[in-house]
């Protein structure tokens, strides 16, 4: 089945653990995304990457990182998770014909 | 930067009401304009976008939105809501000229709830 898949669905964290979120396509769209999406807010974009090899910062990038080394997948680091990032994480991605974003599941992330 | 303001954060409606829900966006060039519905607990899926033509743009599930480009709005509508439009509603703005995939810019949300 086509589409977004990430992993994993949810995860408590103790602060200043590290963790990485996971992400894979397989409609081999070029762009890729990790927003945050947190009450009141809306979604804020953190990282990007236009095509395999690049990668792009967002709105909030801090605390977070992220690599693109190919068309699937688009990994999510928290190098030491802070209480702040816990959100609710959406990866998304698009070609390049500017229709819109396609969005995986989520990930819900809690960091105590 | 582009920005997008939704005026409602909350909406409660009856059903088979009819709905308006504001967005408007800050942009001085050319964009492309989109509604993403999140349904309780899933994940935002497209309803509707704007790319050129006509500035009247109908989606999936009876919605429809309208672009006005001297009022930088794109609101949406459905003239008869049911209890399954219970959902969050996020537009969203790109700038047509952005070149590179840099994303899209959200509003904060409307979260709507339909009575029965």
């Known amino acids: 089945i086509a589409g977004i898949t990430q992993a994993p669905t949810s995860q408590i964290l103790a602060a200043g653990r590290r963790m990485t979120l996971r992400c894979t396509q397989d409609m081999r769209h070029n762009a890729m995304y990790w927003y945050r999406q947190d009450l009141g807010l809306g979604l804020r974009l953190i990282h990007y990457s236009n095509t395999a090899g690049t990668t792009g910062k967002g709105e909030v990038p801090d605390g977070y990182s992220v690599s693109r080394a190919n068309t699937d997948d688009f990994p999510l680091t928290l190098a030491s998770a802070v209480p702040s990032q816990t959100s609710v994480y959406f990866c998304?991605?698009?070609?390049?014909?500017?229709?819109?974003?396609?969005f995986g599941p989520g990930t819900r992330l809690t960091v105590l | 930067a582009q920005s997008v303001s939704q005026h409602n954060h909350h909406v409660i409606l009856s059903e088979a009401a009819s709905l308006e829900l504001g967005c408007n966006y800050s942009y001085g060039g050319t964009v492309n304009l989109f509604w993403y519905v999140q349904y309780p607990g899933q994940h935002l899926q497209l309803l509707l976008k704007y790319f050129s033509g006509d500035p009247l743009v109908k989606g999936i599930k009876g919605f429809e939105a309208e672009f006005i480009k001297s009022k930088f709005s794109f609101n949406l509508r459905k003239p008869s809501v049911q209890w399954s439009d219970t959902a969050e509603y996020f537009c969203?703005?790109?700038?047509?000229?952005?070149?590179?995939?840099?994303?899209?810019?959200f509003g904060k949300g409307t979260h709507l709830i339909i009575q029965p």
């Open positions: 998304a991605s698009s070609d390049h014909s500017g229709t819109g974003l396609y």
């Open positions: 969203a703005v790109k700038p047509h000229s952005g070149g590179g995939a840099d994303g899209l810019t």
